[in-house]
């Protein structure tokens, strides 16, 4: 009777401590987002990114003579980020461009000859269809000269180099990467339960983990949808001014205003 007795309050003690711990029907909605993101309500944790960010490729194979600009250098756009070797380039050039040239100059012939008659359709056609490969050919040598040169898109910083002088490189291999370090934005994810109070340029301070410091920012852009696994919602947020001591990657907490 005894040992019948310490089962059944085993059993009971056990029944207890799982139904304390999750709720039968699983954690609803609101609870969700504050156990799966670990937030209070009106605090989120959030990332610095910048808005302008890439991984440059190489478009053609080549040597590579230069590579000006160093981890953590800046550059203006436009800039010489890569040059490789251009001398087979730029002769392969030069005989599509003339190439072109006397295949253009003989359909040019061939339609004056073909206003007297002189000259059947199908040489006339077939003059035609000759030019307009040869300039085919001339514009693919064109793109591969420029594929010598690679030129920053934006004003910004190096993030990493992959590759070093006179190393042998070939079309898609990584290169670069750069950011523009002068437009950062906040991407922050907030319970899906906040965007009952949540609205476009809602303030918030932003407290980077790196420095120790709090800074004024605001919401840009509210994400399009809720994630449905853990019910949250992606928001953007700018700063009010640009931290020059803040980096993209560095990482905080964003407190808003009016929210505990």
């Given at each position: 009777m005894r040992h019948r007795w310490r ?31 670990k937030q209070e309500s009106g605090v ?112 910004g910083r190096i993030v990493d180099v ?99």
């Amino acid at each position: 009777m005894r040992h019948r007795w310490r089962t059944s309050a085993i059993v009971a003690l056990l029944l207890t401590v799982t139904s304390t711990g999750v709720p039968a029907t699983g954690w609803s909605r609101g609870d969700r987002s504050v156990q799966g993101t670990k937030q209070e309500s009106g605090v989120a944790r959030g990332i610095v990114k910048a808005v302008s960010q890439a991984v440059l490729y190489a478009q053609i194979q080549g040597r590579v003579n230069q590579v000006p600009y160093k981890e953590g250098q800046r550059f203006v756009k436009g800039a010489t980020l890569v040059q490789l070797e251009c001398d087979k380039y730029q002769a392969e050039l030069t005989a599509a461009a003339a190439e072109h040239d006397g295949k253009s100059k003989t359909f040019q012939n061939n339609k004056e000859l073909a206003k007297l008659n002189a000259v059947s359709t199908l040489d006339l056609e077939v003059s035609e269809a000759d030019a307009k490969k040869a300039g085919a050919a001339r514009r693919i040598a064109e793109i591969n000269v420029r594929g010598c040169h690679l030129a920053a898109p934006f004003a910004g910083r190096i993030v990493d180099v992959m590759v070093h002088e006179h190393e042998n490189v070939f079309p898609n291999d990584k290169l670069l990467s750069v950011l523009d370090d002068t437009s950062l934005e906040i991407e922050l994810v907030l319970p899906s339960m906040a965007l009952t109070w949540l609205k476009k340029q809602a303030r918030f301070t932003f407290i980077v983990d790196e420095t120790g410091q709090g800074y004024s920012a605001r919401v840009k852009e509210i994400g399009a949808a809720v994630d449905a696994a853990s019910q949250t919602v992606k928001v953007t947020g700018v700063f009010d001014t640009l931290p020059k001591d803040v980096l993209s990657g560095m990482s905080g907490a964003a407190q808003f205003v009016g929210q505990p």
